[in-house]
T-cell receptor, first 112, second 115 residues
Framework: DAKTTQPTSMDCAEGRAANLPCNHS???????VYWYRQIHSQGPQYIIH???NNETNEMASLIITEDRKSSTLILPHATLRDTAVYYCIVRVVGGAGNMLTFGGGTRLMVKP | DSGVTQTPKHLITATGQRVTLRCSPR?????VYWYQQSLDQGLQFLIQYYNGEERAKGNILERFSAQQFPDLHSELNLSSLELGDSALYFC??????????????FGPGTRLTVL
């Protein structure tokens, strides 16, 4: 799986949009971009994923650049409950093993 | 609530001992994954089972073993425990590949403390 680079930490004001960047310059054509988050020692939680098109669900939006070398997770109206570590993971799916390879992630602190 | 259950929630034991962690996947999910999260190593994949058979192996020590039973629950056995085995152990499950869904759903974890 391709390596990802994320900022170690970010702050965001409550109610504002949180934009979390991820670089994955060595991504292959068959690799998806997945985002998970982990709220203080709880089990990681799936947020969203995409291949090349932008995606939106009830939790977030995922913007993938045209060359697919980077992406941004957008939480449109961050709340205090969004304070967590956010992991950007690039992975192939459908093979023999579909494990997740977690990096260091971005620690997002939402402040009142 | 992800639908994945893990027991026990906390486990405190001594070096050299053996423990068993248990995981029940979401209803209908055939794959079970085990991950270890320690302060210095972060979240690391240990092993995956699919419908009772081992599918993939990660950084799992020889002192550790796992299995998935016919009812699809899984157990992770840790033996000859060392202080460095203290960590959060997460189980995750995912649906059958035929569903086209590759998300993993994580349980609440078991916190193991080795004294």
């Amino acid at each position: 799986d391709a390596k990802t680079t994320q900022p170690t930490s970010m702050d965001c004001a409550e109610g504002r949009a949180a934009n979390l960047p991820c670089n994955h310059s060595t991504i292959s054509g068959n690799e998806y971009v997945y985002w998970y988050r982990q709220i203080h020692s709880q089990g990681p939680q799936y947020i969203i994923h995409g291949l090349k098109n932008n995606e939106t669900n009830e939790m977030a939006s995922l913007i993938i650049t045209e060359d697919r070398k980077s992406s941004t997770l957008i939480l449109p109206h961050a709340t205090l409950r969004d304070t967590a570590v956010y992991y950007c993971i690039v992975r192939v799916v459908g093979g023999a093993g579909n494990m997740l390879t977690f990096g260091g992630g971005t620690r997002l602190m939402v402040k009142p | 609530d992800s639908g994945v259950t893990q027991t026990p929630k906390h486990l405190i034991t001594a070096t050299g001992q053996r423990v068993t962690l248990r995981c029940s996947p979401r209803s209908g999910d055939l794959s079970v994954y085990w991950y270890q999260q320690s302060l210095d190593q972060g979240l690391q994949f240990l092993i995956q089972y699919y419908n009772g058979e081992e599918r993939a192996k990660g950084n799992i020590l020889e002192r550790f073993s796992a299995q998935q039973f016919p009812d699809l629950h899984s157990e992770l056995n840790l033996s000859s425990l060392e202080l460095g085995d203290s960590a959060l152990y997460f189980c995750a499950s995912s649906p059958s590949p035929a569903s086209g869904s590759w998300e993993q759903f994580f349980g609440p974890g078991t916190r193991l403390t080795v004294l």
